[in-house]
């Protein structure tokens, strides 16, 4: 059964220290993982999509890395701004999109 | 600006009663979907549609319907047959190649009372 877990479910920080979001999958035949970001009370954006292993992506503070059964979702140097629920979504080669529970994630000043 | 607006903020739901929700996209995308969100657990699909006239049950259908007159449009109605319908609601859209997977609109919250 194809299944995406994150990890872990909450995570605080201070403001400026660094860490990895981590969302592990298994899925026939990937074809796409997706990270987004919400706000409470409010739908996903968009962030990343990454296709293949070993392929990363960066925006500002955040980079993100695939590989073979997981990614991750590197936070350098967080402001608090940067608070928010991490989603992690795969595509699977059924075409099927499943969503992680997400990561809480919160920056103190 | 292209986008999808979900209508209203939020619902109230007296027991017994169906209420619609409402979502609307001008990104000329073909497939809509539309999503539960509870606390604690990931989203739920709940209908999807990948073109006009036709959509398909999700994980979670039983006491949801939906509709797709227009492609710009995919109502929900949560019928009174849900027994359990206090949920965050997410409509999304996606073109066919999913290069940025999903678009979201700004959810409904739907409560009974």
């Known amino acids: 059964e194809d299944q995406v877990t994150q990890s872990p479910e909450a995570l605080r920080l201070q403001e400026g220290e660094s860490s990895s979001l981590n969302c592990s999958y298994t899925?026939?035949?990937?074809?796409?993982l997706f990270w987004y970001r919400q706000d409470p009370g409010k739908g996903p954006e968009f962030l990343f999509t990454?296709?293949?292993a070993g392929e990363e992506k960066e925006k500002e503070r955040l980079k993100a890395t695939l590989t073979k059964k997981e990614s991750f979702l590197h936070i350098t140097a967080p402001k608090p701004e940067d608070s928010a629920t991490y989603l992690c979504?795969?595509?699977?080669?059924?075409?099927?999109?499943?969503f992680g529970k997400g990561t809480r994630l919160h920056i103190l000043p | 600006d292209g986008g999808i607006t979900q209508s209203p903020k939020y619902l109230f739901r007296k027991e017994g009663q169906n209420v619609t929700l409402s979502c609307e996209q001008n990104l000329n995308h073909d497939a809509m979907y539309w999503y539960r969100q509870d606390p604690g657990q990931g989203l739920r699909l709940i209908y999807y549609s990948q073109i006009v006239n036709d959509f398909q049950k999700g994980d979670i259908a039983e006491g949801y319907s939906v509709s797709r007159e227009k492609k710009e449009s995919f109502p929900l109605t949560v019928t009174s047959a849900q027994k359990n319908p206090t949920a965050f609601y997410l409509c999304?859209?996606?073109?066919?190649?999913?290069?940025?997977?999903?678009?979201f609109g700004s959810g409904t919250r739907l409560t009974v009372v």
């Open positions: 899925v026939s035949g990937l074809r796409g």
């Open positions: 979504a795969v595509q699977g080669g059924d075409d099927k999109i499943i």
């Open positions: 999304a859209s996606s073109s066919r190649d999913r290069i940025y997977g999903y678009t």
């Open positions: 990454l296709y293949s």
